[in-house]
């Protein structure tokens, strides 16, 4: 497929899908994707510029209904600003591409579902996660049950948490997990 009317040069482009998952076709169609997010945003006139994580996350059709969107979005953001420009976008959707290899994969799956950001999953984690699943219309009963019946199950060393090695081998052989955690613009 031909580049078209890139608005990269072949110098970006090819730097861009070395650093990506992506090609050529799939880096401007994100770039057209990202540029209408905001009509309002800078970066309509300057390719630096920035929009609101939350913006993102609510107008990229692919990510709209996910329950985790504004977690992925701010997650991506390489500035503390809740802020995305257009190489945080691009990193995101590479993330979630077919061809992301299953371990880059599943280093971000645990960032995601660390809520509280102490590098183990545990129960204030698995309790957002079920939060935001069941748009809060879990029971807590229920939740606490669910809650513990998962950490029994792959919490190998006890400690109640969940760790990232705990975590990579219960998601490395569940092909389910790789259907949630894709799209592609
Ligand atoms: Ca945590
Ligand atoms: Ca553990």
Redesign the pocket.
């Known amino acids: 497929m031909g580049i078209g009317r890139s608005v990269f040069s072949q110098d970006e482009l090819d730097l861009y899908q070395e650093l990506t998952n992506l090609n050529a076709a799939e880096i401007n169609n994100a770039y057209k994707k990202f540029k209408n997010i905001d009509p309002l945003s800078g970066f309509q006139s300057n390719k630096k510029g920035r929009i609101a994580f939350t913006a993102v996350a609510d107008n990229v059709a692919e990510l709209k209904l996910n329950p985790f969107r504004y977690r992925i979005c701010m997650l991506f953001c390489s500035e503390p600003n809740g802020l995305m420009d257009f190489d945080d976008f691009l990193d995101m959707v590479s993330v979630f591409h077919d061809k992301c290899p299953k371990e880059r994969k599943v280093r971000w799956a645990f960032r995601l579902y660390d809520f509280n950001d102490d590098h ?1 999953i545990d129960y204030d984690d698995l309790s957002t996660f079920l939060d935001l699943v069941t748009d809060y219309g879990i029971e807590s009963d229920l939740k606490s049950e669910v809650i513990q019946r998962v ?1 029994e199950e ?10 990232h090695e ?1 975590f990579e081998r219960i998601l490395y052989f569940n092909a389910e997990f790789y259907e949630t955690f894709r799209f592609r613009l």
């Open positions: 183990v950490i792959v919490d190998y060393d006890g400690d109640q948490s969940i760790s705990e």
